[in-house]
Nanobody, 125 residues
Framework: QVQLVESGGGLVQAGGSLRLSCAASGRTASRDPLGWFRQAPGKEREFVSA??????????ADSVKGRFTISRDNANAKSTVYLQMDSLKPDDTAVYYC????????????????WGQGTQVTVSS
């Protein structure tokens, strides 16, 4: 089992920045790829970003590339993954979910068995 706890969401004006954090603990948290998905009202969950266990490779959705940056810290049996979100747009408004331990394509929500509770990000115009 992997436990995921997100923090850092909130309300921000367009053009502003937010930093999301997710504390991952449990079975192999420090060796699992970690990622972020988001879900806007009335829409399906969509991939945002992912990072390998070492942090050596990162992946981004085209819609956030150049604006969002994913990073992670690994310590003992725990990891913390961050999502720095800059130049935010109203279209970025969604609940953001931290995910862990994929089996399959990073871009598919079905590949990720562990999900956090989600944190709301609202970008006003």
């Amino acid at each position: 089992q992997v436990q995921l706890v997100e923090s850092g969401g909130g309300l921000v004006q367009a053009g502003g920045s937010l930093r999301l954090s997710c504390a991952a603990s449990g079975r192999t948290a420090s060796r699992d790829p970690l990622g972020w998905f988001r879900q806007a009202p009335g829409k399906e969950r969509e991939f945002v970003s992912a990072i390998t266990w070492s942090g050596g490779s990162t992946f981004y959705a085209d819609s956030v590339k150049g604006r969002f940056t994913i990073s992670r810290d690994n310590a003992n049996a725990k990891s913390t993954v961050y999502l720095q979100m800059d130049s935010l747009k109203p279209d970025d408004t969604a609940v953001y979910y931290c995910v862990a331990d994929p089996d399959g394509s990073f871009y598919s929500p079905d590949a990720w068995p562990y999900w956090g509770q989600g944190t709301q990000v609202t970008v006003s115009s």
